[in-house]
């Protein structure tokens, strides 16, 4: 297994494959762990994501000449991966009680 850097995620969503495209929402980006300038607009300071249907990947625009190579989109595989995980640890037995 392999690393490596990605945007960070705020938010949970959802992905949606029919064969043909792939529609990831819902999903909140933030920064990596790199934390550059360069996915912040350079007048309004704000992020933007990167949405690509084709190929299946959620990511942050880098507003560099040449792009960036800070960190790299989430797939729709891994974003379903993290989906998942989430179910499962939903439904797992809580192993003590709540405190209160």
């Known amino acids: 297994m392999t690393r490596s850097r990605k945007p960070s995620v705020f938010q949970v ?3 949606r494959d029919d064969g043909h495209t792939v529609v990831i929402s819902g999903w909140g980006l933030g920064l990596c762990a790199a934390g ?3 996915h912040r607009h ?3 300071g704000h992020l933007a994501i990167a949405e690509d249907q084709a190929g299946g990947s959620i ?15 989430w797939t729709s595989e891994e974003l379903s991966s993290i ?6 640890l939903a439904g797992l037995e809580v192993q003590e009680p ?3």
């Open 83 to 88: 989906l998942r995980d989430f179910q499962a």
């Open 42 to 44: 350079p007048s309004a």
């Open 36 to 38: 550059c300038t360069c």
């Open 98 to 100: 709540l405190a209160g």
């Open 59 to 73: 990511g942050l625009v880098s507003f560099r000449e040449g792009g960036c190579d800070c960190c790299e989109p």
């Open 13 to 15: 969503g959802k992905v």
